[in-house]
């Protein structure tokens, strides 16, 4: 008896949507995703396309809500390294400790721990007093006065265990394991969530949920969500590891992207920016710092062989994400109407994806029951 199971839209299909919507469907409810974005479009407008992406949890120390979903996220991925080859996901499973010594002596090149480094004004404060999972992580190890190159020495650091991610790749893998468990899918632009609501396709529906990232300063509306532009370069080779220098404004990131013979650098993050023009000199700036970080995918004259320069606009919140629940006013022709929010995450969509969207489910459970047929 089908009509007994709720049935939910989820509304938008970057890490976020596809995320929640596969959590949902496990979960026995009937799923919609509706969404004008997809991850095969390479839309500038749709974020998970173009992260780096890692975990590496930025989450303040006093966040226990964001931590908390970031941790779930990893221990999820952790698992299902052991379950599905890291071909389909994307996921690369790191397996060995990061081995320090000079210029990364002794890297087994498929080991992709990752070593990340202050070269700020807060460069020598202990990693356990700004990183709140420094004792959480495999082989998390301090690295004090480290020497990784002539232009940063003397640098207090972490060395640990940690994923790097295919978008590509996972978000595929989202998508066909939505489309094996029978989730719909819906291609429309929107432009509010009441507009979902009223539609034919939806009148029957129990619940939305609003996964649309940038497109809610309008759909929800919220006007507390701005784009954080990011420009970024995909280059040739794999890097020995995932390499992060963080400095006072700037951050430069290296992420190899396992199987594809190609590497993330990055990063540029300009609040309020979207403009989705690439800057020749963030180019310039991103090539320059990166350079210390991966030296054996320099060719002739130092350079990288860059195969794409790419910009994306993070979906960032004032005061964080949002994922939290309310009742749509009028009521529909069954009862009322839920919806659920699930947006705002900037770029910390991939890394805290599962935790906030079993935040969503433990909402959807408390509202509406899954009856046995």
């Known amino acids: 008896m089908d009509h007994l199971v709720p049935r939910i839209v989820v509304v938008g299909a970057g890490v976020i949507g596809l995320t929640t919507a596969l959590c949902l469907q496990q979960e026995g409810y009937r799923v919609t995703i509706l969404a004008r974005d997809w991850p095969e479009d390479k839309s500038p407008n749709y974020a998970s396309t173009w992260a780096g992406a890692q975990w590496r949890s930025s989450s303040e120390m006093d966040d226990t809500r964001t931590q908390q979903w970031a941790w779930r996220t990893f221990s999820y991925w952790r698992q299902l390294g052991k379950r599905v080859s890291s071909e389909i996901t994307g996921i690369e499973v790191t397996n060995l400790p990061f081995i320090c010594g000079l210029r990364f002596q002794h890297i087994d090149k498929y080991t992709l721990s990752l070593i990340i480094f202050r070269h700020d004004s807060q460069s020598d404060v202990p990693p356990e007093d700004w990183i709140w999972w420094k004792n959480s992580l495999p082989a998390s190890t301090a690295v004090a006065n480290a020497s990784v190159a002539v232009n940063f020495v003397n640098l207090t650091g972490l060395s640990y265990d940690s994923f790097s991610i295919s978008p590509?790749?996972?978000l595929r893998y989202l998508h066909e394991e939505n489309s094996k468990l029978g989730v719909h899918f819906v291609?429309?632009?929107?432009?509010?969530?009441?507009?979902?609501?009223s539609m034919d396709a939806f009148r029957h529906f129990h619940g939305i949920?609003?996964?649309?990232?940038?497109?809610?300063?309008?759909?929800?509306?919220?006007?507390?969500?701005y784009p954080t532009k990011g420009q970024s370069l995909i280059v040739k080779g794999e890097a020995a590891c995932i390499s992060s220098v963080l400095g006072d404004g700037w951050e430069s990131v290296v992420v190899p992207r396992s199987g594809e013979k190609q590497t993330f650098l990055g990063v540029s993050k300009v609040g309020g920016d979207w403009s989705l023009?690439?800057?020749?000199?963030?180019?310039?700036?991103?090539l320059q710092r990166c350079r210390s970080l991966a030296p054996e995918l320099l060719?002739?004259?130092?350079?990288f062989e860059v195969v794409a320069v790419q910009v994306g606009l993070r979906p960032s919140r004032k005061n964080g994400p949002?994922?939290?629940?309310?009742?749509?006013?009028?009521?529909?022709p069954d009862g009322p109407r839920h919806i659920y929010h699930n947006y705002g995450h900037s770029g910390a969509g991939f890394e805290e994806?599962?935790?906030?969207?079993?935040?969503?489910?433990?909402?959807?459970?408390?509202?509406?029951?899954?009856?046995d047929t």
């Open 168 to 170: 590509s790749r996972y």
């Open 187 to 197: 291609r429309a632009t929107i432009r509010s969530l009441k507009e979902v609501a």
């Open 209 to 225: 949920v609003n996964c649309t990232g940038l497109g809610a300063v309008q759909i929800a509306p919220d006007k507390s969500v």
């Open 277 to 286: 023009e690439p800057d020749e000199e963030v180019t310039k700036m991103i």
């Open 299 to 303: 060719i002739k004259d130092d350079n």
């Open 322 to 332: 949002r994922v939290e629940s309310e009742v749509l006013v009028p009521c529909g």
């Open 353 to 371: 994806s599962i935790g906030s969207a079993e935040r969503v489910v433990e909402m959807v459970k408390r509202d509406l029951e899954v009856k």
